[in-house]
């Protein structure tokens, strides 16, 4: 299958554009943004990695008329895990929070969360392609993102916020010019997940406290989230509200910790060369 059929886009204007692999029918599907700026052109986050995300770029004309007048296309992932890493390998920069950088070098498919099944590609990439034998290719970040760190892409600039919980590095891109959040699985409108391996709840708090403070100041109008679809501000309060209200509960945690359990067995049975 090539590029062009796996992927499919739809542009947002001003430079936006929101791409899916259109052939993974999973909750896990991620989304991936590419933002085009003045000098520099930024995708934030990768999928599978199944197809080529730069020859589909390339091939939609997604970069403009003259691409070659910028520098290479950036490609951030908002966290290493497997749905929204798993392309970053075909990209000549790469750029992730200093905490993931040690998963993605060595190819951990253990902290990558690698968890993929044969009924979730409803067809398949390639002749003989099988869930089992997917992994996330290792792959050297050139940026090594902190928080704060800003990334100029020249009529515009995304900052770094590093809001640890969903995982140790994760990291929302913040367009305070335009009031733009792309937020990863930091939030979204959907079942937010702590149990993963090096999820921590009471960083997950943190940053959703930091979430709401940001609607609050109306520095937020408009989430472009790792998976479903957009909303605004409102929802986005509701949403890290609702989920600090509820984590410190007894219920919340006892569900916390057998999911944890559970899910730290079944990465380990899936990916038995990348636990230690």
């Given at each position: 299958?090539?590029?062009?059929?796996?992927?499919?886009?739809?542009?947002?204007?001003?430079?936006?554009?929101?791409?899916?692999?259109?052939?993974?029918?999973?909750?896990?599907?991620?989304?991936?943004?590419?933002?085009?700026?003045?000098?520099?052109?930024?995708?934030?986050?990768?999928?599978?990695?199944?197809?080529?995300?730069?020859?589909?770029?390339?091939?939609?004309?997604?970069?403009?008329?003259?691409?070659?007048?910028?520098?290479?296309?950036?490609?951030?992932?908002?966290?290493?895990?497997?749905?929204?890493?798993?392309?970053?390998?075909?990209?000549?920069q790469v750029g992730v929070h200093s905490a993931e950088v040690d998963a993605l070098v060595n190819g951990d498919n253990f902290e990558t969360a690698t968890w993929?099944?044969?009924?979730?590609?409803?067809?398949?990439?390639?002749?003989?392609?099988?869930?089992?034998?997917?992994?996330?290719?290792?792959?050297?970040?050139?940026?090594?993102?902190?928080?704060?760190?800003?990334?100029?892409?020249?009529?515009?600039?995304?900052?770094?916020?590093?809001?640890?919980?969903?995982?140790?590095?994760?990291?929302?891109?913040?367009?305070?010019?335009?009031?733009?959040?792309?937020?990863?699985?930091?939030?979204?409108?959907?079942?937010?997940?702590?149990?993963?391996?090096?999820?921590?709840?009471?960083?997950?708090?943190?940053?959703?406290?930091?979430?709401?403070?940001?609607?609050?100041?109306?520095?937020?109008?408009?989430?472009?989230?790792?998976?479903?679809?957009?909303?605004?501000?409102?929802?986005?309060?509701?949403?890290?509200?609702t989920y600090i209200s509820r984590a410190a509960t007894c219920p919340a945690k006892f569900s916390t910790f057998a999911w944890g359990t559970l899910a730290g067995?079944?990465?380990?049975?899936?990916?038995?060369?990348?636990?230690?």
């Open positions: 299958m090539s590029a062009a059929d796996w992927y499919a886009h739809k542009s947002l204007g001003d430079g936006l554009f929101w791409i899916q692999e259109r052939f993974y029918q999973s909750e896990n599907r991620a989304n991936i943004w590419l933002l085009r700026g003045s000098h520099q052109d930024v995708v934030i986050d990768t999928g599978l990695g199944l197809r080529s995300l730069p020859d589909y770029i390339d091939g939609k004309g997604l970069l403009g008329k003259d691409p070659q007048r910028k520098n290479p296309l950036l490609a951030v992932a908002t966290h290493a895990h497997f749905d929204h890493s798993g392309g970053l390998h075909q990209f000549q993929l099944s044969d009924r979730e590609i409803v067809e398949a990439p390639s002749p003989g392609w099988r869930a089992r034998h997917y992994r996330v290719k290792a792959v050297q970040p050139t940026h090594i993102l902190q928080e704060g760190d800003v990334i100029n892409l020249g009529d515009r600039q995304l900052t770094v916020l590093h809001m640890p919980g969903h995982s140790r590095g994760s990291i929302c891109l913040h367009d305070r010019d335009n009031k733009l959040l792309f937020s990863g699985d930091v939030v979204y409108d959907g079942a937010m997940i702590d149990w993963l391996p090096y999820s921590r709840v009471s960083d997950y708090i943190s940053s959703c406290e930091r979430l709401v403070g940001l609607v609050d100041s109306e520095q937020v109008d408009q989430v472009l989230p790792g998976h479903y679809n957009t909303f605004g501000a409102k929802p986005l309060h509701r949403i890290a509200s067995v079944a990465l380990r049975a899936f990916n038995p060369r990348s636990a230690c």
